[in-house]
């Protein structure tokens, strides 16, 4: 059979419909904002985010840590959950590309709470970092795909204006859970002052993440974006791919949560898997392997002998992640043959 990759939503191709799209696109020069097709994305974004402005980046990372610089100066103090991409997955950028430090609190499935945040805002005394920034995920990668309750978020909002902070929210996958629970990417929108989009996860495009801000927010972003390298000049052949995604891959995101939950009811099934069948909320599962058992790698090993690609996330977890290219066949399939290996 053929592999079935469930490693990362990342791992997803051009459809060839995407392709041809893609092969039309008007271009032009982005850097110097004369791109019509990238034009065009970046206003639809703000459109659907009810942003007053947008800017066309390469990735997810460059897209975080472009915001991560226009919020703050050398020195300052970025909040973030201990779980979150930025701390974990983006090469220290914040620390080498913006100068600042990073306060990671650890939150419930990746989700702090204006509580728990509160006391780590640094007072205004010298001797201290100065807090500038509190950077949220939703939904949230290493919790297994987590959505970030919007009360919650609401009351971080309130309480960041009170201390006179930026929030900026990691959506790279903010597309599942404005899916998952019905609310508009607007209506998540409303509580930040930046907020990055990934088109290249389940959205299936090949390239592109996107910021979201304030017309003198963008600005600034634009000036990051040049200096670490992400003027993409006739980029709208890569700027179709992410309109065709949003105009014909969004809704669709719902099969990736139904696969996920068949993936996940069957896992508890098996063996040494152990799933939070609660924490299953998107398109994202991790496993917990029961210790003194075959550990995870051992596990992936057997998998991918099989044609069944994941990847693991210590010696004891598990991650598999549906997407475009996944069916639920492909999930029966899955379960059967780890069923045989495992049960």
Not at 264 to 283: C, H, I, R, W, Y
Not at 310 to 321: D, E, M
Request: proline share 4%; hydrophobic share 40%; glycine share 8%.
């Amino acid at each position: 059979m053929s592999k079935i990759d469930l490693r990362s939503d990342t791992i997803t191709v051009p459809t060839s419909a995407m392709r041809i799209f893609m092969i039309r696109a008007n271009v032009g020069d982005d850097v110097f904002g004369e791109d019509p097709t990238v034009n065009d994305l970046q206003n639809m974004i703000t459109e659907m985010l009810d942003m007053e402005a947008a800017l066309f980046v390469p990735s997810g990372t460059q897209a975080n840590q472009i915001s991560i610089n226009a919020h703050t100066n050398p020195g300052n103090e970025v909040i973030c959950d201990y779980n979150s991409h930025i701390f974990n997955y983006e090469s220290g950028a914040a620390g080498m590309l913006s100068g600042v430090q990073l306060h990671p609190i650890i939150g419930k499935n990746g989700h702090p709470t204006a509580e728990q945040i509160i006391p780590a805002i640094r007072p205004g005394d010298d001797h201290f970092p100065q807090t500038k920034l509190i950077c949220l995920e939703n939904t949230h990668n290493r919790a297994g795909g987590t959505i970030f309750p919007i009360e919650e978020i609401a009351k971080i909002h309130t309480m960041a204006k009170e201390h006179n902070l930026k929030l900026h929210l990691d959506g790279a996958r903010l597309w599942n859970a404005a899916i998952e629970t019905g609310k508009s990417l607007k209506e998540y929108a409303a509580y930040f002052d930046s907020v990055s989009l990934c088109f290249s996860k389940g959205l299936g495009a090949p390239v592109g993440s996107i910021v979201t801000g304030s017309k003198e927010f963008i600005k600034r972003a634009h000036y990051y974006r040049k200096a670490y390298g992400g003027g993409m000049r006739q980029a709208g052949i890569l700027a179709a791919a992410c309109i065709f995604a949003v105009e014909n891959h969004f809704e669709r995101l719902s099969e990736d949560h139904r696969n996920a939950r068949l993936l996940a009811e069957g896992l508890v099934k098996v063996g040494p898997f152990k799933v939070d069948l609660e924490s299953v909320q998107t398109n994202l599962i991790i496993t917990d392997v029961e210790k003194g058992s075959i550990d995870a790698f051992e596990i992936i090993e057997r998998l991918k002998e099989n044609d069944i690609l994941a990847i693991p996330f210590g010696s004891h977890k598990i991650r598999f992640v549906t997407h475009l290219n996944i069916t639920h066949q492909d999930i029966e399939t899955c379960l059967q043959v780890i069923t045989n290996l495992f049960k």
